[in-house]
């Protein structure tokens, strides 16, 4: 499996249980979309998929590559899109990418190319020597996928990518990275608590109170009915 696999992961803070044996599967060209109230254990995921956070209860591969026994190689195969921002708002956005390229050892015509070329995906070429200070929220997150694409990581991990946003800038962005999934085969984790994000093509994890309660496609898990009204009744059970 070359996307992402989780299982049987647990963590804890102290005495406070956070996620209580996890285990689920995002395959190759996918779009995952992580749905949950807040403190249901979004975060703490978030965090050791990313080895913020580090755990000997289950195991994390990402693109094939188990995170514990070979972090470096693991990685190297993601993208990532921190809930907050983290570009420097001073730099155009092509130094913002340059700088990036740089952290990941890409260096001369081999980065100005990749820059060039995700810049293009996001349709981001006409903004390349802006400030990012002077970019709208909308245009700012597309730079920050950019960003995270610089590397041509397997898997992208989003964590709330949409968080401020005003609708019209939310909704592009929601189909421009599952165009990626489509266009690239990108396997996409994206974590939200807005519905209205996930198609009905998507599969769809619901987590509550640091355990998965739903696995499969939006279509499948609503039928007939909302997803919102879905989620909403399937938390409120488990509470």
Same mark, same amino acid.
């Given at each position: 499996?070359?996307?992402?696999?989780?299982?049987?992961?647990?963590?804890?803070?102290? $005495?406070? &249980?956070?996620?209580?044996?996890?285990s689920f599967t995002v395959a190759?060209?996918?779009?995952?979309? %992580?749905?949950?109230?807040?403190?249901?254990?979004?975060?703490?995921? *978030?965090?050791?998929?990313?080895?913020?956070?580090?755990?000997? /209860?289950?195991?994390?591969?990402?693109?094939?590559?188990?995170?514990?026994?070979?972090?470096?190689?693991?990685?190297?195969?993601?993208?990532?899109?921190? &809930?907050?921002?983290?570009?420097?708002? /001073? =730099?155009?956005?092509?130094?913002?990418?340059?700088? *990036?390229?740089?952290?990941?050892g890409l260096g001369g015509a081999?980065?100005?190319?990749?820059?060039?070329?995700?810049? $293009?995906?996001?349709?981001?070429?006409? !903004?390349?020597?802006?400030?990012? !200070?002077? %970019?709208?929220?909308?245009?700012?997150?597309?730079?920050?996928?950019?960003?995270?694409?610089?590397?041509?990581?397997?898997?992208?991990?989003?964590? $709330?990518?949409?968080?401020?946003l005003d609708a019209a800038s939310?909704?592009?962005?929601? /189909?421009?990275?599952?165009? %990626?999934?489509?266009?690239?085969?990108?396997?996409? *984790? #994206?974590?939200?608590?807005?519905?209205? $994000?996930? #198609?009905?093509?998507?599969?769809?994890?619901?987590?509550? &109170?640091?355990?998965?309660?739903?696995?499969?496609?939006?279509?499948?898990?609503? &039928?007939?009915? /909302?997803?919102?009204?879905? *989620? =909403?009744?399937?938390?409120?059970?488990?509470?």
């Amino acid at each position: 499996m070359n996307g992402l696999d989780v299982s049987g992961v647990s963590f804890a803070y102290g $005495e406070k &249980q956070a996620l209580r044996d996890v285990s689920f599967t995002v395959a190759p060209g996918r779009f995952c979309a %992580l749905l949950g109230p807040n403190g249901a254990g979004k975060s703490t995921l *978030f965090s050791l998929l990313t080895r913020l956070f580090t755990t000997r /209860d289950g195991t994390i591969k990402i693109a094939g590559h188990d995170l514990e026994t070979d972090a470096r190689g693991a990685m190297a195969r993601i993208g990532v899109v921190f &809930q907050q921002s983290t570009l420097d708002l /001073d =730099l155009s956005v092509r130094r913002n990418l340059l700088y *990036f390229a740089a952290l990941h050892g890409l260096g001369g015509a081999q980065a100005a190319r990749r820059v060039d070329e995700v810049l $293009e995906v996001m349709d981001m070429g006409t !903004r390349a020597r802006e400030r990012a !200070r002077d %970019l709208n929220g909308g245009h700012r997150r597309r730079l920050e996928i950019a960003r995270a694409l610089m590397h041509d990581p397997a898997v992208l991990l989003l964590d $709330e990518p949409t968080v401020g946003l005003d609708a019209a800038s939310r909704a592009g962005i929601v /189909d421009h990275v599952h165009r %990626l999934c489509a266009d690239r085969g990108l396997t996409v *984790f #994206w974590a939200t608590h807005l519905t209205d $994000e996930v #198609w009905p093509s998507d599969q769809v994890l619901i987590l509550h &109170q640091g355990r998965i309660l739903a696995d499969e496609t939006c279509a499948d898990l609503t &039928q007939d009915t /909302d997803l919102r009204d879905v *989620f =909403l009744i399937m938390t409120q059970v488990a509470a």
